[in-house]
């Protein structure tokens, strides 16, 4: 156990850390089995916390299970290379969404009584939609969402401990693979024991640590920062070289605005490939609004909510949260490029050797492209000297490839856009064109180490470090462990109950409870299945093909996302639409966004994401027009629990005060981070 705190930042003892370290994790799981330890007597008690939890609980509990080593890997990662700030609106956007739920979404669900997401299609629409929509789901949850959490997790620790492994029977117990097994074996243990109760209380002690530890981070970041020689610090692509005289007398945070000027702004340009302005205005809220309402591992918190008003609480306190984790992450991010740019391009050539081959094999057949991809680089590539032939043969390549002129443009990351416009252009009207893709982005750094690089560089001991690596290590289960417990209870209450499950013919509350118990034991045995299936697949996201953990997550999502959010937003608008519109909008999804995603490959997966679920409101229109339902649906007004208790459906005033200022506060953060200069369309 001491060599995992051995190459803490500074000299000196590590016996705080180690202890503090363990007695977190003791504290998050004694907590976590203490308070359920009734949670398996019935299935609402197991898989919905017996609908007994606070707005407090509710709030920690779903930033926990949303903030994870995906936000610290991915989310500052992306806030180091050339976005910048512009990642934040994952989390801003996120508010947003979180106080639409609270008064739109959730009174329908808790009304309807249900347990799952899934279940409610089934009371709109039909059990074809239920069914179909909880194999997408689980499949999604498991081979997507708990494997891209936990390989983030294990990657972030991967990479702290790199330099000190330890080997017990010749297997190295501090490696990727190690602790992939690791957070996914212990996110089970209290899934299994506790479900949905051991996840909301552990989320407590782990959320409210997690924001605590990021704070941490940014406070010796900027410490750093402002002590810094001010030629060891590395600007932001684009600021002006003179920047750095302007730095000695610089406080940090003066410093730190000087130095990432180009990335302080929230709107990239239309013609980005990460987040375009068209993107940010539209298609963005498709995975929010998905993620947050319609998303089971998400929205189970609230279905546990003892009341609608506590569930509005929770959701809006939630919300103002949201406000500020991109000041402990994303900003973060930005710092650790620049404070330590040259220790993230350690796996820089490992990152673009591959493509390097391929321009190699490329120059050495005269032009011959045999795979039909074209190159990519990014903004840091293309600003080092050292890159400059290397980006202008893939430039030239690009153009042999396409068969169009190469843009006379001496900036080559702006030759790169102008020749991917293009060929775009181009594409609209020549086959041969549009099926060109273009490979792996070449980069001179590993954006992904950036949070672990600082946390490596940065954190003291003295219990420090113990902390963090705790409060971290916490958030990752914690997310895991909310995604196991979704996973079964989607798998136990919506394909097990509905197909595979044989009631007892006995009419007792004895017989139901022994039912219940039965649908308990399913829903652990999955959590058990889940975790082998994920923590296998998990290590193998270390590919640079899927493109970063971040991109990883959102671009398959979009294969159930939009379909589902089309389906639950026509049911909100047309009262009579018909039952088959649930099964077809689920169905047609994968098909559009597949389609898209082969045949228009310049579309970024957000707009792709919104042209599909467009596509599926048309067509459930249609649809609607030539068979409407005859009957409007009608949906409950009042609802019970599973042990007879009436449940208040009464909203919440001060929740809608409190998500009235969340709004304003969200959209002044927008008009303070609003670069006017950059063109809203156009190049």
Known sequence: ????????????GYTADIIVFVAFLVLVMITAFSVSRKSGENSESYFLAGRGLAWWLIGFSLIAANISAEQFIGMSGNASSYIGLAVASYEWIAALSLVIVAFLFLPKFLRAGIYTIPEYLERRYNKS??????????IMLVIVNFTAVTYAGAKYFAVLFAEHPVTVGGVNILSLTSFCWFIGILAAAYVFAGGL???AWSDLLQGSSLIAGGAIVLYFALKTLAAADPATLTPAAGVASDTLNNLANAGAWERFNLLNATKLRMNLPSTDTFLPITALLFAIWIPNLYYWGLNQYIIQRTLGSKSLGEGQKGLVFAAAMKLVIPFIIVFPGMMAYNLYKSDLTGSAKELASSELQRLEAFDAADGSNADGKLFAFNEE???????????RAMLRANASIAVVDLPDITDLFKCQEQLKQTIAEKAKNDPATAALKYGTVVTSCDYDSAYP???????????????????????????????????????????YQEYCFTPSRETTDEAHARDSRKLVFIG???VVIFVLIGCYIAPKL??????GIFKFIQEFQGYISPGILAVFVFSLLFKKAPAICGALGLILNPIIYGALHVYVPQLDFLNRMAVTFLSILVILTAVRVIKPRKEAYVANTEMTTETGKSFDLTGSKIALVIGILVVLATLALYAYYWDSSTPMFGK
């Not at 939609?129 to 909880?134: D, G, H, P, V």
């Open 1 to 12: 156990m001491l060599s995992l705190f051995a190459q803490a930042p500074q000299t000196g």
């Open 381 to 391: 590539f293309a600003a080092d000297p050292a890159n400059y032939e290397t980006a």
């Open 129 to 138: 939609a239920r069914t179909i929509m909880s194999l997408m789901m689980v």
């Open 197 to 199: 109760k051991a996840c």
């Open 524 to 526: 652990r045995l999955a």
């Open 453 to 495: 690089t600082l946390v490596k560089r940065l954190v003291p001991k003295g219990g420090f470090t113990g902390f963090l690596f705790a409060a971290l290590l916490g958030a990752i289960i914690s997310s895991v462990a909310a995604i196991l417990n979704a996973a079964s209870t989607i798998f136990t209450m919506d394909i």
């Open 542 to 547: 270390a590919d640079p093909r899927f493109g």
